[in-house]
């Protein structure tokens, strides 16, 4: 058991850009704020790692507040590999890519009321309920294009959705490349409307033929890290993905909002990952509990100057 | 605004039951303890409602925690008419009903020893590796009783494995015909294996198939009830079911550990459910936060007591 | 690394007692459920281990909750010799032990109506301003009876106050002779009162002459336990009170919902406790994560019940 | 009920300042990153309003984090009026004035070997033993300064150490004239070893001498604001002593990582102020829930870069 560094008092300096405020949470190195800055070292060392597959796994109502912004920006980068997503981040990706937006609102209102006024709230959030009515078109739409009697994995279709967008993370994928994978469509609004679409019998889409292409991405790469912004689905999904080859992660970030103590996977700890081989032994891993609106901005802020400078 | 009936100082008498305890909390009615007082009278009233469609949403690493016998009991006294899991808890649920077990652990210990000995963590729970090859050969050989060249909604898969199992969840539901759902079974090792077996060509497992048979019950049901335990994709996915439908949930009881401010779904309060039309505006609906391994079983302790008087 | 007995699945049986969930959930054992099963383990040791002086902390909004009464209790039992508290949750104590009343209101209201209308809201409780003239009327007129020119302990002016009611935490305290300590007084209503009655000069009130009392205390105890509800200053003052002996708590159960990686000692783990040696390196300890309006009931139900067989 | 401003997403530019980081936080407006942004709106009106008396509140452990020297700096700028603070922050504080150090560690760790080689943890913070005895030194040689047989108030005593030690809170509020109130300081090493002192019968230590000082502030103030980070004793005793004026707060910023169902002060909205007149019913209010570590650097920076431009 030995003392590292001493805690340095964090010293503000008006006008200090967002990594010098890093670095200082780095010297005073405590709790979230000290994580924090870990998390700043390890990203900046996965995104510089040549060798290294690039996980980014989406969870959380995060478009709604903003943060699709920041995803969208990492893919142009060439900072993301493989995209994970819930459904319901990239329903609401499609809606402000069709022009629709989400509106400032408030937690505290008579959800009665806004039901009268076709209003859905996201926490201090409201998306008028139109939007799905334009969002719906455009699946129906998109769907129309396929071939009839085929069966397509989730990400060819998500990829099929992004290149009929122009901005956005599905649209960024598609131009750039990089495959989104979204295990969970189903539980979603792309996943109603597809099922709807399927009845007619038209197109069928395979739960697992998403599997082979991940897989083998996985077993390819010398080295894989993964930022991970909330748990749920993408989270599990993306350690998982490792299970299935020799070596684990071995650079992982993760933001959440939960805690380990009620034993769900979306708050337990990276080193729980390391006792099932999800990531090695020796890998470079921590966790900043907080609410991503929050650490995921300041992590990239950090991270995009120090790989600009 | 005005005041309700006055809170009255808890009462404990030694050996008093569980659903007296409850009712002591219901005279007292503040903070979560008043809330799982008034979850119990909701779900109460939700099992005792003839016209009721009831969903059980299944989320958190609850099987690994002891937390399966009280919902196979609940299936058993025929509570349940729909349940909707996470993968992993079925997972778990398939290894313990093959004869293995998890076992108490120490969440404050060694990852990096527990991979060495083969043993896996769930926060304070210990699952041996073995486990998984009992389970991996169970899957293969359920598999390859399937039909070559079928296509297979995840619901008929998981009947398939409750079949063959004599004890647990699936096994339970299997037994009495209720239909288990999985969106998101290709986040999981049941996932895993049925996508290796489907490598070899034979079968194939559709994303979307499972949607008429629950969207079907949705409409047929004069009234839904729900009791929600934890967040993620169950919780998503039965709310959602509704959509589809003129009305919402009329009952619905809501167990999490997690916090609304962060956005996200699994903690959002059913009063936001209200303006979606998820559940309805003048719906029974109660969030009781706090960890489920405690909460689930004060709650179901008092309902049956209640239920069998 | 060991695995210790198998998770056994919980099983409900209507009409149980609630020691008889509370051993369920020892024999399934994980998380915050099995945390609570220990607690009670632990509770149970102490309460009947006659060498251990028992400390009670009680901090958190708890009387407005309806948990006094579950604290008044343990105090005729004779389970407590020791109660350190926060002001407030006296000052609810002597409201509701003059008759005045809180009431089950709502958590969402509107805050400016409530002030309309002089009602002070606590979360989901209401309490009507004019609880609080009758309470200044007796708190004025009881210091009235004391000794001008004195300087009186803390804990004298509790029983002082406690005599003169006839039921409620002080008033059991008062007539069975417990010390109750309450060393941030001066942050409530009680200290804002004392202070209005000392400035007309008659009597002074010392900020540490209760220690000596405590502190004697803890240096004649063989042993020492507590039960902490809550975290802030009761928490840290009865921790730090061991700190002057030569040995620290051999007994220690905490019930809080607040969490460790903050760094505050209200969330801190018990274990952070024995580097101070406010515990010994081997006492019995542990924390339930959760809201104590439903995890201190079920302890002491549990734990009653196994005293009175 | 009506929506607000369009949703932006959000936008990083490497090198970008933390104000603009902040405002792309509030172009964004959601969750607590919304919430952080608004903090920052309403501080920086707070410092920029002359008529305003300005609170800060300081608990959880925050210097041990490193965060005590951004309460210095604030008070260098003349950005706080009055300081209430708990009483192991001005111990640690004292700590770091006397050249001994807090150090990073590891929050999983043996706290049982910790304890062997003296050193005490916070978390992931380590405390070697000795710096107690420096500590303890420093405080009995400073109080044999004072007048034996006269009592003295806590805030006299906290300015007589600060005028000893050359940086640091405590230091700071001394050469500057700001009054620091600690009201639970009996709850602390300082109040420990006050105590000891005082047992040679050379001074007495006042509960209640320093109410008037605060009263008359509160009472000559014009408006008031206030930025509490964390809860516990800062937080209801700055809002208390609003009570007995006619106003309450007009400005008041809330930071802490607790959560309000809970029922406790700590985690409390400031809404639920409103109802007890605490704060305006029309004040400025908001509230951040997460670490402080982390939104209290961005706070800060955020307002101190608009101040200075």
């Known amino acids: ?26 010297r005073a190195g405590a ?7 870990r998390a700043a070292d390890i990203y900046e060392r996965m995104l510089t790692d040549k060798k290294t597959v690039k996980f ?14 920041i995803v ?61 009515a334009t969002f719906e078109s455009f699946i129906q739409e998109s769907l129309s294009t396929l071939d009839p009697g085929h069966s397509y994995p989730i990400s060819e279709l998500l990829t099929l959705l992004g290149k009929r967008l ?11 490349g990089i495959p989104v994978y979204c ?23 395979d739960a697992f033929s998403d599997m082979r292409g991940l897989i083998d991405r996985c077993f390819t790469a010398e080295k894989a890290g993964a930022l991970l912004v909330g748990g749920g689905v993408p989270k599990n999904f993306i350690l998982q993905s490792m299970l299935m080859t020799p070596q684990g992660f071995t650079y992982a970030v993760q933001l959440t909002g939960d805690r380990p103590d009620l034993g769900g996977l979306s708050g337990a ?14 890998a470079q891993a921590v966790t900043v509990y907080g609410d991503a609106t929050i650490t995921l901005p300041v992590l990239v802020a950090a991270v995009l100057e120090r790989m600009e400078r």
């Open 1 to 26: 058991m030995e003392c590292g560094d001493p805690v340095e008092q964090v010293t503000i300096r008006p006008g200090m850009s967002v990594n010098e405020l890093v670095c200082e949470l780095a």
């Open 31 to 37: 709790y979230n704020g000290g994580a924090l800055a």
């Open 56 to 69: 980014f796994g989406l969870a959380g109502a995060m478009v709604p507040a903003g943060m699709g912004g």
């Open 72 to 132: 969208s920006d990492l893919l142009t980068r060439g900072y993301i590999d493989l995209l994970v997503s819930t459904g319901a981040n990239l329903t609401h990706d499609i809606i402000e890519a069709l022009g629709c937006r989400h509106y400032h609102g408030s937690a505290f209102c008579s959800d009665i009321e806004l039901r009268q006024e076709e209003i859905n709230r996201i926490y201090d959030v409201f998306l008028p309920n139109e939007a799905f």
């Open 166 to 176: 122009d901005h956005g993370i599905l649209a960024t994928a598609a131009a750039t």
């Open 183 to 205: 295990p969970a469509v189903a539980d979603s609004m792309i996943g109603l409307q597809c099922w709807l679409y399927s009845q007619s019998g038209k197109i069928s889409v």
């Open 269 to 282: 700890t990276l080193d729980e990952a390391r006792s099932w081989g999800k990531i090695t032994g020796d």
